[in-house]
């Protein structure tokens, strides 16, 4: 699959993409479910590997 990978502590999520891109708005939700701004969110910061 092309369009997940590893996260540390958040789920985000980027609807109608076959694969993510950073540069485009997604939503972010804790493992609890709580949904997070994406806007303010770096994914960055909560992967387990830099791309």
Not at 3 to 26: M, S
Not at 30 to 46: A, M, P, R, T, V
Request: glycine share 8%; no cysteine.
């Amino acid at each position: 699959m092309k369009n997940w990978f590893r996260v540390k502590d958040l789920i985000i999520v980027q609807n109608g993409f076959e694969q993510f891109d950073g540069t485009i708005a997604y939503d972010a939700y804790s493992f609890e479910g709580e949904k997070l701004d994406g806007q303010e969110i770096d994914y960055k910061n909560h992967i387990y590997y830099q791309r």
